[in-house]
């Protein structure tokens, strides 16, 4: 028996962002309706952050304004980032703060354009970052107002300084239209090597009777000793049973299990493959 498929489960884990697996996005954090009565400008202010409780860091992928038609040939819009913040009162951006992220030309005709951010913008639990959008010329839309909005991972969006000329005068109380994309990064295993053996059906079922697997894994322990394995003692995590995890043979090796550090469980088995190959 083996590990089913667990894309689909709502949480991302290893192996899934290449298997394009829904559970890790892409995901959209936006306010819930556009500007009314749009005012333009040549910039704006984002901040982006995670709730302390999320439970995955995410990464931002592209960004989408809403803008009116430029007046200029080629009019473009500049991304930076910068983690420092000040908010809270009018400040002339510093531009050494900032760091440029990417630069994208704007259609010709209004509407929502989208910016793709060819390098990862990542942003980890209870972590935070302000992105500056600066055009070319007055043409992002806004509203008065600040929001803040808040989804089911803990990312959080808001909106509220408007900025006058490039690295100019930011001002409170105003909204941007926008869209934010981002993926959900990868949980990290703590499967032991034999969990990840039968996700991969390369490991055939353990014994079923308890005495059994213990003298199983002490000889492969002491095949492992002879192959001077280098190991490193741990502390072990146990593994919380999941509908889609446990089977008979795999709940009897965990409880012996749990008391091995985590460097023995993956020399036993790691020889243990070598036999089976």
């Not at 991302?12 to 749009?38: N, T």
């Not at 040939?73 to 809270?88: I, Y």
């Not at 991969?200 to 353990?206: D, I, K, P, T, V």
């Not at 790691?270 to 190959?277: G, P």
């Amino acid at each position: 028996q083996t590990l089913g498929n667990c894309c689909g489960n709502g949480i991302c884990e290893q192996g899934e962002v290449s298997a394009s697996c829904s559970d890790c996005g892409p995901y959209i954090i936006k306010p819930s309706k556009p500007c009314q009565d749009c005012h333009a400008l040549d910039g704006f202010i984002l901040e982006v952050g995670m709730n302390e409780n999320a439970g995955q860091a995410i990464t931002l992928t592209s960004l989408s304004l809403q803008h009116k038609e430029p007046q200029q040939l080629r009019s473009s819009v500049e991304v930076f980032v910068a983690r420092t913040f000040h908010s809270g009162q009018a400040t002339k951006l510093i531009p050494s703060l900032w760091q440029g992220v990417t630069t994208a030309t704007v259609p010709g005709s209004e509407g929502m354009m989208e910016i793709n951010f060819s390098s990862p913008i990542t942003i980890d639990t209870a972590g935070k970052l302000e992105l500056y959008i600066a055009a070319s010329e007055e043409l992002l839309q806004f509203g008065v107002g600040a929001y803040s909005i808040a989804n089911d991972h803990g990312v959080h969006l808001h909106s509220s300084r408007a900025v006058s000329g490039r690295f100019g005068t930011a001002l409170e109380s105003f909204s941007l239209h926008c869209e934010v994309k981002y993926v959900v990064e990868e949980v990290s295993s703590f499967l032991p090597l034999y969990i990840d053996e039968f996700r991969n059906e390369r490991l055939s079922a353990l014994p079923d009777d308890t005495n059994t697997l213990e003298a199983t894994i002490g000889t492969l322990e002491n095949a492992a000793s002879e192959v001077q394995l280098e190991s490193t003692s741990v502390t072990t995590m146990m593994v919380e049973p999941t509908s889609h995890v446990w089977n008979d043979e795999v709940s009897a090796a965990m409880m012996y299990m749990s008391i091995m550090s985590c460097s023995a469980i993956a020399a036993a088995f790691l020889v243990l493959l070598s036999v089976m190959w």
